[in-house]
């Protein structure tokens, strides 16, 4: 066994513990060497964890009925003078308490935002990963339904699908399906960038001798797919994605601003604005102010970070 | 059964007489289309054009021989290292492991237990290993492919292979501990010797070399080279080994096979090749090695380029360069006969190159 | 003239990082002659390539050089301006890195490349320059010259590319030529024809070649002077022929041994234990003493370059022998 094995090169290193590796690690640094992007994680992290225990900290609950009374509507914020002390940003004209709504709102607004960029990222980083793969034909069809795809913009295809799903369900069910047919209209007009992100790293990857490895003993394509080149695609993805969250927020607010989105019963932060903007010019400007800002910096924090990461992930830049 | 192929003839090696071919290449062919878009062609009258950069190969490889195969760029040797193991299809002729043609099987489980028996090392260490792997469980890759499938308790559970991978990451030179880590945190001449691990993991008989040490310097090389010799006599290995390195080749090799565009030119064993080549490119090529024991030895000037697979010459591809060239050499194709393609070579006619 | 055409004394290259300054290159001291072929040849990460940089003024930050000092027929060079190093860099010393494909721009014509170069550094007319220009790519053995003159690169093969690189590091006139690895890219046989024309070449021009490479083979059929370079320090320098017949450093003698030759099918080849290390890594004293078969208690000290006669070794083994030749001189 000697002649065969020389010195072991590497037990010389021994493994490092958690706060080593954190240390060393350079993801950690570029992140941490950037005040603008340090601001904007703070304020993600507030923001997602606000949404998160929304039920918990939320003064009241702004949607039970019982509890709205509507003589307390139109409160202005409590730092004002003439606000009510129990009312930290005033109250709607339902009388519900602006600081909760807008606490449930975001709730709501991440939460479409989360599950429009999981589908549209499992539709398209799946045709992504078969055009890039089989090329030919296939490859062809796909990018060519994409390339249609783009010439339209992103919110009218919401629309049109959004119009689409609302004329085919029944009117009762409208209210409670708006969840479902926000995410499904959102997610379907964005799987395009996934796909070709996933497609062109597919590409690449094909190509490379670990790919050919894993092919010289016989695996299935699919496997290949699955468990070789997924692994290597999802740095891009995970740029693409952070950046489309943003802009899944936005367009969830652009849709319900336009009142085609969630109802006032389940207001996310864009019904919220719209509901507002109908009383900015008498006076309550509170109403559309907050909701409005606290869009403003989510989706700004958000996006910032998502530059970061493109930044950070790029080898090219190192 | 050797005697009946043509072209390779034995030399009284005992070793080899009562030897099998456990690989055997028999007028293979691979041909590229490299015409134009059909569009382009279409306007501009174009006809379809093909490159042939495996022209009609006959060889064999006896058990736990190696048979080194050498050419420059263009010769055809990746291409050729890949239709052997089955990763890409001949255009004509076939390859036969221990006597069955993957290619021409459809059968799952013969061609299971086919590709069970042959591995390949890649020349680029940064590239054959996934980045996303741990390296335990690229080595183990193979064993859990061609695990028995029977089902359960088949002796393969998870903590047999991890044994095996601990088992085979010290046969390499490597630790134990090395195999919760990813390949990034290893130099090349490390990821090279988990390749070679992931290679032999599950027993094969027969491993494709791709220029394996190409890509690492030479005091690391002569640690993988050595590593591999001594797998070989360890577990009975049958190497093909394709490289552009004659010294390397020396080396390694029992029998040596010279390529140039997609064809053989020579075949011989080693030390009788390198002692007297016949065929006036193999003698370019030993030229062409610097001369590091500065030895003085003459060295005639070598001329051109490695040719344009595409527009290959006409007759012998290597007249435009030869010196000896006559004639014939531009018409007509010199047969593979003998061991050589060359018309001006014959069994007693050889220069030595190297003393 | 009186005096080595290059100098470089006690060079030391260091890059930023986040964790403090990594040494790349710690100490390099060495001289080139006029007209000589010094050859560096190292293995990858020991810093050859580097040297050859700091020396042309190419180092991008975050590498700089942070101590030592290079001098060009006496002037020193390591502390210039760039618009100074630029009129040096491709008039004065010529540049060959390897792979020809990136050294060509290739969307101008290949006779453009040369001319501008020429006009750059000398003081021709246009059509004087172009005459020059076809001159020098017959002197490099492409044909018909004044016919591909106006090609493109990617008209040409590798190793026409490679003889126009050459033709376009020379064709100033510099008195020396840094070399880049000039034939790792191409194959063997063209490999041969590159290295005898740079050799001869060089020779006819006077210009003093600086050959990096990993490649001992090519070393010796060129080289007058070789330096045999370990974690960016020099281990060994001396003449040719002697450093490889008779090695003197162990890291010399264990590359020599390690090499396969065509001669003799070795039963196995020697082989050094371990790699070398990491820039962020090298040990205290000598950096090759954790592979050393020799190792002594005086290598926990870093060794200078001892002077043994007119070579030169690294290694504390030749004390002695270094300080008898002072004596004696």
């Not at chain 2, 080749?249 to 080693?270: D, K, P, S, W």
């Not at chain 3, 180092?59 to 027929?73: K, Q, V, Y």
């Not at chain 3, 008209?155 to 510099?174: D, K, N, T, W, Y």
């Not at chain 3, 045999?228 to 320098?237: D, F, H, L, S, T």
């Amino acid at each position: 066994m000697s002649e065969i094995a020389t010195p072991p090169n590497s037990a010389s290193e021994p493994a490092r513990t958690l706060i080593g590796r954190l240390k060393d690690n350079d993801l950690l640094a570029s992140f941490l060497s950037s005040k603008v992007t340090v601001a904007a994680g703070i304020v993600t992290v507030i923001l997602f964890l606000a949404a998160l225990l929304a039920p918990w900290i939320a003064p009241t609950d702004p949607f039970n009925p019982a509890t709205n009374y509507l003589s307390d509507s139109f409160d202005p914020p409590s730092f004002i003078a003439s606000g009510d002390p129990r009312f930290l940003l005033g109250t709607d004209d339902q009388g519900r308490d602006m600081l909760s709504a807008i606490l449930y709102g975001l709730r709501v607004s991440l939460a479409i935002g989360f599950c429009s960029v999981a589908l549209g990222a499992l539709i398209g980083v799946s045709l992504g990963l078969v055009a890039g793969y089989a090329g030919g034909w296939t490859d062809s069809a796909i990018m060519r339904i994409a390339d249609v795809q783009l010439t339209f913009p992103a919110i009218l295809i919401a629309l049109l699908l959004d119009g689409v799903a609302h004329a085919l369900l029944n009117p009762a069910n409208r209210d409670e399906s708006a969840f479902a047919v926000l995410v499904l209209s959102i997610g379907l007009s964005f799987w395009v960038q996934y796909a070709r992100t996933a497609r062109a790293s597919t590409m690449v990857e094909k190509n490379r001798d670990y790919v050919l490895a894993a092919r010289l003993i016989g695996l299935s394509h699919a496997r290949i797919l699955f468990s070789h080149i997924l692994p290597n695609v999802m740095g891009p993805v995970m740029v693409i994605a952070t950046i489309n969250l943003a802009l899944a927020i936005i367009t969830e607010a652009t849709l319900s601003f336009l009142g085609v989105g969630l109802p006032p019963t389940q207001p996310s932060l864009g019904t919220l604005i719209r509901i507002g903007q109908n009383y900015l010019f008498s006076g309550e400007w509170w109403i559309v102010t907050f909701p409005s800002l606290t869009l403003a910096a989510l989706v700004l924090a958000v996006n910032l970070l998502g530059d970061w990461l493109r930044d950070a992930l790029n080898p090219r830049l190192k | 059964m050797l005697a009946l192929l043509p072209g390779v003839r034995r030399r009284g090696n005992p070793k080899l007489k009562d030897a099998d071919a456990i690989v055997e290449v028999r007028g293979l062919s691979r041909v590229f289309d490299v015409s134009s878009p059909w569009i382009s062609r279409l306007v501009s009258r174009e006809p379809r054009r093909t490159l042939a950069a495996v022209d009609g190969l006959d060889f064999a490889i006896d058990r736990g021989e190696t048979f080194g195969l050498v050419g420059e760029s263009g010769s055809g040797k990746s291409t050729l290292a890949r239709m052997v193991v089955g990763l890409l299809e001949p255009s004509r002729g076939q390859v036969l492991i221990d006597g069955v043609d993957l290619a021409g099987t459809r059968d799952r489980a013969a061609r299971r237990a086919v590709r069970r028996r042959m591995q390949m090392i890649f020349q680029d260490p940064f590239a054959s290993l996934n980045p996303r792997w741990r390296v335990g469980d690229i080595i183990a890759e193979p064993i859990r492919v061609f695990r028995p499938r029977d089902g359960r308790a088949s002796g393969l559970g998870e903590r047999a292979i991890a044994a095996r991978v601990d088992e085979l990451l010290e046969l390499v030179g490597l630790h134990p501990a090395d195999a919760p880590k990813f390949p990034h945190e290893f130099s090349g001449g490390q990821r090279q010797r988990i390749a070679i691990a992931r290679a032999i993991a599950a027993h094969p008989d027969f491993i494709v070399c791709d220029e394996p040490t190409s890509a690492l310097d030479v005091s690391i090389q002569a640690q993988i080279l050595n590593l591999m010799r001594d797998l070989q006599e360890r577990l009975g290995l049958t190497y093909l080994l394709i490289t552009h390195n004659l010294a390397v080749v020396r080396f390694m090799a029992t029998r040596v096979g010279v390529m140039y565009l997609g064809r053989l030119v020579e075949i011989g064993e080693t030390d009788a090749l390198f002692a007297r080549p016949r065929h006036p490119f193999t003698r370019m090529l030993l030229d062409a090695v610097p001369d590091l024991a500065m030895s003085g030895r003459p060295r005639t000037p070598v001329g051109g380029e490695p040719p344009n697979p595409i527009d290959p010459p006409p007759g012998c591809p290597f007249h435009p360069r030869c010196p000896q060239a006559i004639a014939i050499c531009k018409s007509e194709r010199p047969a593979f006969r003998d061991n050589v393609a060359c018309h001006l070579a014959t069994a007693d006619d050889a220069r030595p190159a190297v003393e | 003239m009186t005096g080595p055409l290059l100098s470089v004394r006690d060079l030391r290259v260091e890059f930023a990082t986040r964790k403090g300054p990594l040494v790349a290159l710690d100490g390099v001291s060495f001289d080139i002659a006029p007209g000589e072929v010094l050859g560096v040849v190292g293995e990858s990460g020991a810093g050859k390539s580097l040297t050859g940089l700091a020396v042309i003024g190419l180092l991008d930050s975050p590498g700089r050089i942070a101590g030592g000092e290079i001098r060009f027929d006496g002037e020193r060079i390591d502390n210039l301006p760039q618009t100074r190093m630029r009129l040096i860099r491709g008039g004065r010393i010529g540049v060959i890195f390897q792979d020809p494909l990136t050294s060509l721009n290739p969307l101008m014509r290949i006779g453009d490349q040369l001319t501008e170069t020429i006009l750059a550094h000398k003081p021709l007319g246009r059509r004087q320059a172009r005459e020059q220009a076809i001159a020098w790519l017959g002197e490099v053995g492409i044909p018909s010259p004044e016919k591909r003159i106006d090609g493109y690169p990617h008209e040409f093969s590798g190793g026409m590319r490679q003889r126009v690189v050459i033709a376009l590091a020379l064709c100033a006139e510099p008195a020396l030529v840094i070399a880049d690895e000039p034939t790792t890219a191409l194959d063997v046989s063209v490999q041969a024809q590159i290295i005898s024309l740079l050799k001869n070449l060089t020779r006819r021009h006077g210009a003093a070649v600086m050959l990096i490479t990993h490649d001992m083979g090519v070393i010796a059929e060129t080289a007058d002077r070789v330096a045999v370079m370990y974690a960016g320090r020099i281990a060994e320098i001396g003449e040719v022929r002697e450093l490889v017949r008779n090695p003197l450093h162990p890291y010399t003698q264990g590359l020599m041994a390690a090499i396969p030759t065509l001669a003799v099918r070795a039963r196995r080849l020697m082989q050094i234990p371990g790699a070398m290390p990491r820039l962020s890594s090298i040990p205290r004293g000598c950096a090759f003493a954790p592979r050393c078969p020799r190792v002594f208690e005086r290598c926990a000290e870093r060794p200078p370059l001892m002077a043994i006669g007119g070579r030169g070794a690294a290694c504390w083994l030749y004390y002695q022998a270094s300080a008898a030749a002072e004596i004696r001189n």
